[in-house]
């Protein structure tokens, strides 16, 4: 089979029938046409004549391009679901990507904020103003819930069940979860919800989308990006922390405050346990530095 028409067959297959979300398809979408200019320069232009050191030239020359591993690692995995597809259609007889072996990560340091610096950046807001009032709502869920950003702006009026004080979250591959909030954060979205519509005057907002901007129409991850960017500079701390870092804080303050992890897990929507560990290793490392700096024997 062609391999353009092949990559259309499984962007197809990805969109119908496993219903990938519009971020993932615009990812392999992007990540299926660099491989197809590599393989026409190559002179492959069939699913079958692709093997795997056609592969394993096109992940080498992502390395030579200097990809982060993050996307790297995307790629691969993009390639292998492709040809794993493509062999259970039968329009390829083998799976050369099967072989191809991931990037090993770096250990990356959570940015994580204290409690102090929490209480400042949830402060920050003027609660008294529309726009404000949203934000501070943001803020606060993020914290209070643990949710991606993407999860959070992605709510609708029907996912938050204000009796119950519960958020019907919907996470990676539309898997749903049901994440507590606290009293407090349903009188905020109340009141919030009593002035949402003056956050765009001129404009007639979406009744149903929770967070919207001045034009009425749903915030994007990169406009919460720029929120926070904007708080944190007002509580005086640093901008390289993320909006993820409130995930990150949300995990570490639990597990520190007696959580057990696989509570975490079912609150943060890992699918292995193995994702929520990391957590232990960042907690244990914080352990290690306060008994250095504290027993006497450390110091010996």
């Not at 979406?206 to 720029?226: A, H, P, Q």
Request: proline content about 3%; some cysteine; glycine content about 6%.
């Amino acid at each position: 089979m062609n391999i353009d028409k092949a990559v259309t067959l499984y962007l197809k297959f990805m969109l119908n029938e496993k219903g990938a979300s519009e971020h993932t398809l615009k990812n392999y979408s992007r990540d299926l046409a660099d491989l197809c200019s590599y393989l026409e320069e190559s002179g492959i232009n069939s699913v079958n004549d692709a093997d795997f050191f056609a592969l394993r030239g096109f992940v080498a020359m992502l390395f030579d391009k200097g990809l982060a591993k993050s996307t790297i690692e995307r790629k691969i995995a993009c390639l292998k679901s492709f040809f794993s597809f493509m062999q259970k259609k039968n329009h390829s007889e083998d799976n050369p990507a099967r072989m191809l072996k991931f990037p090993k990560k770096d250990q990356k340091a959570f940015k994580v904020f204290n409690i102090d610096s929490i209480i400042a950046l949830l402060d920050a807001p003027e609660k008294s103003d529309p726009a404000g009032m949203r934000d501070a709502l943001l803020l606060e869920l993020m914290y209070g819930t643990g949710v991606r950003v993407s999860e959070l702006v992605g709510l609708n009026l029907s996912d938050i069940d204000f009796g119950g004080c519960r958020l019907l979250v919907r996470g990676k591959g539309k898997k749903e979860r049901i994440v507590p909030i606290a009293d407090m954060h349903i009188g905020m979205i109340n009141d919030y919800l009593d002035v949402k519509k003056e956050i765009c005057t001129g404009y007639l907002p979406d009744y149903e989308v929770i967070f919207i901007n001045k034009y009425g129409s749903r915030l994007t991850d990169r406009s919460v990006r720029r929120i926070v960017e904007k708080y944190l500079k007002m509580a005086g701390l640093p901008v390289d922390f993320s909006p993820h870092s409130f995930r990150h804080s949300y995990a570490t303050h639990l597990l520190e405050g007696g959580a057990d992890l696989r509570t975490i897990q079912q609150l943060l929507g890992h699918e292995s346990l193995t994702t929520t560990q990391k957590y232990t290793h960042m907690n244990l490392t914080e352990l290690l530095r306060v008994y250095d700096s504290a027993h006497p024997l450390a110091k010996r």
